[in-house]
C-alpha cells in the first residue's frame, strides 16, 4: 500500500478527539476535508474505521486496531519533533569530543566550563586517546570533533586547524644538578636516561624524527601514558623528561627539576581543532567548535 501519511494523521486526531468537528479544529482544516481524508484511508484499506453516534464518532474494531498502532507512531513524531526542537534551541543535544590529556589540560577545560555555563542541558563526553586514536574514532563518525597535538595527518575529509602553540622542553631532577648551566648535544643528552611519552602518540613519533634530524636516536628509559606523569618521574631522578612546558612549569618553579638546555631546541608545535564537513555533526557540536579559538 501506498496510502498518504497524511490521512494517518487525519486518523489520529479523529480517533483521539472522538469527533470529525474537533478533529478539523485542531488540524485548522475544514470540517469537509476531514471527512474526505478519512473515506480515502477507508477506501484504501477496504474497510469502515468509524460509525457516527448521538456525541460524534466511535471506532470500528479494524478502526481500533488500526489506532492502536498510528498512536504509538504519531506520538513518537510529535516526541521526535521536539527532540529537534530543544537540539536546535540547545535545550538537549551532545558533543562528542576527542582530547588527549595534554590538549584538554593545557587548552580544553577552559572552553568546555565557558560551553557548560552557556549551554547546561547540552551532554558533553571527552574521550581521552592519542592524536592517532582521536583522528580514527573522527572519520568513524565515534566523536563530533578532535582536539590534539601536532603533527596531524591531514584526510580529504577532514578540517584541520591550528588553535594553539605548544613547546616541549627538557627536565632534569637534583641528581643531574651537573647539568645546570650546560648546554648539550643532542647525542650527549640521549646517552642518559630518558622519560618521554609512549610510541603509540603523535608527540612521540614528532620527537623521534626530531632526534633522528640531528643524527641521535631516541631510545626511552621509560616510556608514560599520559604528559602529567612526566615531572613525577622526573623528580624522582629517574631520568631526564621531554614534556610540553605547561606541564613542567610548577614543578621548575617549585624547585624539584630544572630546565636543561640542549643545541638544538625542539620547535614549537600546534594544538589542532579536528573536525568533519558541517552536515555530519550536531547543531550542538557546531556551537561548540564556533566558541574554540
Not at 54 to 73: C, D, I, N, W
Not at 249 to 274: D, L, N, Q, Y
Amino acid at each position: 500500500m501506498n496510502i498518504n501519511l497524511d490521512y494517518y494523521k487525519t486518523f489520529y486526531y479523529v480517533a483521539r478527539l472522538g469527533s470529525i468537528t474537533l478533529a478539523a479544529e485542531a488540524l485548522c482544516v475544514s470540517q469537509p476535508a476531514v471527512s474526505q481524508s478519512i473515506r480515502q484511508l477507508e477506501e484504501a484499506l477496504g474497510c469502515s474505521l468509524f460509525f457516527r453516534t448521538r456525541s460524534g464518532v466511535q471506532m470500528t474494531p479494524e478502526g481500533k486496531a488500526l489506532y492502536f498502532h498510528v498512536e504509538k507512531g504519531y506520538e513518537q513524531i510529535l516526541l521526535g519533533e521536539k527532540r529537534v526542537e530543544g537540539m536546535l534551541d540547545f535545550e538537549a543535544g551532545e558533543v562528542r569530543i576527542g582530547a588527549s590529556d595534554m590538549t584538554l589540560q593545557f587548552y580544553l577545560l577552559p572552553f568546555l566550563e565557558e560551553f557548560h555555563k552557556k549551554h547546561p542541558k547540552i551532554k558533553i563526553s571527552v574521550t581521552n586517546s592519542s592524536t592517532p586514536v582521536t583522528v580514527a574514532a573522527l572519520r568513524e563518525g565515534k566523536i563530533d570533533l578532535g582536539v590534539v597535538g601536532s603533527p596531524v595527518e591531514h584526510y580529504k575529509d577532514l578540517s584541520v586547524r591550528e588553535a594553539a602553540e605548544i613547546r616541549d622542553i627538557f627536565i632534569a631532577g637534583d641528581e643531574f644538578g651537573a647539568l645546570r648551566g650546560k648546554t648539550l648535544s643532542l647525542k650527549e643528552l640521549a646517552d642518559y636516561p630518558i622519560v618521554c611519552l609512549g610510541r603509540e602518540t603523535s608527540t612521540r613519533r614528532y620527537l623521534d624524527e626530531f632526534f633522528y634530524s640531528h643524527g641521535a636516536v631516541l631510545e626511552p628509559d621509560f616510556e608514560v601514558a599520559t604528559s602529567d606523569l612526566v615531572a613525577p618521574f622526573v623528580e624522582r631522578n629517574m631520568g631526564i623528561g621531554i614534556v610540553v612546558r605547561f606541564f613542567a612549569e610548577e614543578s621548575i618553579r617549585a624547585g624539584r627539576t630544572f630546565e636543561v638546555r640542549t643545541k638544538h631546541s625542539i620547535p614549537a608545535r600546534s594544538i589542532c581543532i579536528v573536525s568533519g564537513s558541517r552536515g555530519q555533526i550536531s547543531r550542538a557540536a557546531q556551537e561548540f567548535l564556533n566558541t574554540l579559538k
